[in-house]
T-cell receptor
Framework: DTEVTQTPKHLVMGMTNKKSLKCEQHMGHRAMYWYKQKAKKPPELMFVYSYEKLSINESVPSRFSPECPNSSLLNLHLHALQPEDSALYLC????????????FGSGTQLSVL | DAKTTQPNSMESNEEEPVHLPCNHSTISGTDYIHWYRQLPSQGPEYVIHGLTSNVNNRMASLAIAEDRKSSTLILHRATLRDAAVYYCILRDNFNKFYFGSGTKLNVKP
């Protein structure tokens, strides 16, 4: 299994909703990442987990809350989002520290109404 | 934060070589240079990476300047399937991968 699986593929939520994005990999990778990508822009780093511990938070607003419950699973909990948070949310994993290569999922397309 | 600069777009003819440039004048000695490409509605896909020496793999070659302030991704024979946005990325000491603005490559038949 060489895939990073993200669910759901599409999500529409209101500004008062609470929702979660899920990312799963079964490659034994010990670094996992969340990126945000607006249309026609490059991905922007949000969070990095190393060995299931949060190692990097790129000053992301607290309405985004990451969680890494085990080495295969990464969640992004969403609460009280704004319309400008609408974007493609990408998850990636890396066989840290053995390899440089990042493996990306196909992303969750989020629309906040 | 490490930064890279790339042209917005480039065009190539099918079956001809393509050279995609990237400037990273503020690179530090331990930053790795990565290239990824992204097709519409997909996540980025790994192409190649290097530190100091030129690198070759089955997809492409990476030429790194001696002072490491620039690099070039070389696709030896472009195909229509190579049309994508190509990102030049620096990976720093803290395990952070920073994407450049990307070059949209158009391949003409």
């Amino acid at each position: 299994d060489t895939e990073v699986t993200q669910t759901p593929k599409h999500l529409v939520m209101g500004m008062t909703n609470k929702k979660s994005l899920k990312c799963e990999q079964h490659m034994g990778h010990r670094a996992m990442y969340w990126y945000k990508q607006k249309a026609k822009k490059p991905p922007e780093l949000m969070f990095v987990y190393s060995y299931e511990k949060l190692s990097i938070n790129e000053s992301v607003p607290s309405r985004f809350s990451p969680e890494c419950p085990n080495s295969s699973l990464l969640n992004l909990h969403l609460h009280a989002l704004q319309p400008e948070d609408s974007a493609l949310y990408l998850c990636a994993s890396r066989p840290y520290p053995l390899s440089e290569k990042l493996f990306f999922g196909s992303g969750t397309q989020l629309s906040v109404l | 934060d490490a930064k890279t600069t790339q042209p917005n777009s480039m065009e190539s003819n099918e079956e001809e070589p393509v050279h995609l440039p990237c400037n990273h004048s503020t690179i530090s000695g331990t930053d790795y240079i990565h290239w990824y490409r992204q097709l519409p509605s997909q996540g980025p896909e790994y192409v190649i990476h290097g530190l100091t020496s030129n690198v070759n793999n089955r997809m492409a070659s990476l030429a790194i300047a001696e002072d490491r302030k620039s690099s070039t991704l070389i696709l030896h024979r472009a195909t229509l399937r190579d049309a994508a946005v190509y990102y030049c990325i620096l990976r720093d000491n803290f395990n952070k991968f920073y994407f450049g603005s990307g070059t949209k490559l158009n391949v003409k038949p």
